[in-house]
T-cell receptor, first 119, second 113 residues
Framework: DTGVSQDPRHKITKRGQNVTFRCDPI?????LYWYRQTLGQGPEFLTY????????KSRLLSDRFSAERPKGSFSTLEIQRTEQGDSAMYLC?????????????????FGPGTRLTVT | AQSVTQPDIHITVSEGASLELRCNYSYGATPYLFWYVQSPGQGLQLLLKYFSGDTLVQGIKGFEAEFKRSQSSFNLRKPSVHWSDAAEYFC???????????FGTGTRLQVTL
């Protein structure tokens, strides 16, 4: 059973540089979510996709952040002109197709995360 | 907007003792409630969830939680804690159809031998 995978696991970058993270969801899951977790806090929602469509974005997702999910499979999260405040764990999650009969669509399965450190 | 409060930042229990982690939520309609566990440097693992029906739900690793609508609570319990249960525990509420989760700030569990 292949879970959600994320790459890289760790990224150290200098302020002002651009970074890109990748998430591969569980294969039959059509919903994909991005969250950000800072030290001592719970994860905070950033955005989510259903197939290739980005359906919701948090106000936390500034214009320096962009997420894509081409072809409805893997997703990338890019941060441009990184700032020290972007240092966090970026978590990806996926869930199975949503319909009224499928209660399991409410379950989100998380990947191991990408820890970003901006120096 | 929905919110989750976990009033205990840090809890220490002895191995073999019982455990209860508190969670209170705020949401106007019937919530979907979850408990996740996170080990250091790892992602989150789903322990259990409440969607509807029986208010006492069983999860993995011997955990259970009880939904109490009148108290807006969803406390996590385990009758006998093992050293391997030391981790960070997050309560979360979901709304709508498979939409975003709102998490609490977490409770760090330390287990003494």
């Amino acid at each position: 059973d292949t879970g959600v995978s994320q790459d890289p696991r760790h990224k150290i970058t200098k302020r002002g540089q651009n970074v890109t993270f990748r998430c591969d969801p569980i294969s039959e899951h059509n919903r994909l979510y991005w969250y950000r977790q800072t030290l001592g806090q719970g994860p905070e929602f950033l955005t989510y996709f259903q197939n290739e469509a980005q359906l919701e974005k948090s106000r936390l997702l500034s214009d320096r952040f962009s997420a894509e999910r081409p072809k409805g499979s893997f997703s990338t999260l890019e941060i441009q002109r990184t700032e020290q405040g972007d240092s966090a764990m970026y978590l990806c999650a996926s869930s199975s197709p949503a319909n009224r009969q499928n209660i399991y669509s409410y379950e989100q399965y998380f990947g191991p995360g990408t820890r970003l450190t901006v120096t | 907007a929905q919110s989750v409060t976990q009033p205990d930042i840090h809890i220490t229990v002895s191995e073999g003792a019982s455990l209860e982690l508190r969670c209170n939520y705020s949401y106007g309609a019937t919530p979907y409630l979850f408990w996740y566990v996170q080990s250091p440097g790892q992602g989150l693992q789903l322990l259990l969830k409440y969607f509807s029906g029986d208010t006492l739900v069983q999860g993995i690793k011997g955990f259970e939680a009880e939904f109490k609508r009148s108290q807006s609570s969803f406390n996590l319990r385990k009758p006998s804690v093992h050293w391997s249960d030391a981790a960070e525990y997050f309560c979360a509420v979901g709304t709508g159809t498979a939409s975003k989760l709102t998490f609490g700030t977490g409770t760090r569990l330390q287990v003494t031998l």
